[in-house]
């Protein structure tokens, strides 16, 4: 199950549960790490870690017509959202929306994770 509600009041719409999904599973994640040749052969490696901020989650699921457009309505007038999921609770904003008869397919780009 994941959660999405608006960060601000909002009384026309507020939060939607998706209870059925795919998501992108497991863990995905990309390190902030960089290699360059160096001119003697070698390589220079540097390797920062990563954070939350570094994930997307790709959400599919099979949505009613009044989720569709809550989503909507999410996307087109929200700056961020507050994701919830068996992992915690994120900051996220939507980069990717496709919905094409009942069919969702959304990334959402983690900002930052807000609890455990």
Not at 97 to 103: K, R
């Amino acid at each position: 199950m994941i959660g999405l509600s608006t960060t601000t009041v909002n009384t026309s719409y507020g939060s939607l549960i998706i209870k059925e999904h795919k998501d992108s599973g497991g863990y995905a994640g990309n390190a902030r790490a960089s290699r360059v040749a160096t001119l003697d052969g070698g390589v220079e490696y540097i390797h920062f870690g990563n954070v939350a901020g570094d994930r997307d989650l790709k959400i599919t699921s099979r949505l009613t017509k009044e989720s569709e457009d809550v989503l909507k309505d999410m996307y087109e007038n929200e700056t961020t959202l507050t994701v919830c999921t068996d992992e915690g609770a994120y900051l996220c904003g939507i980069a990717n929306l496709s919905l094409l008869y009942g069919e969702l397919d959304m990334t959402l780009q983690i900002i930052e994770k807000v609890s455990q």
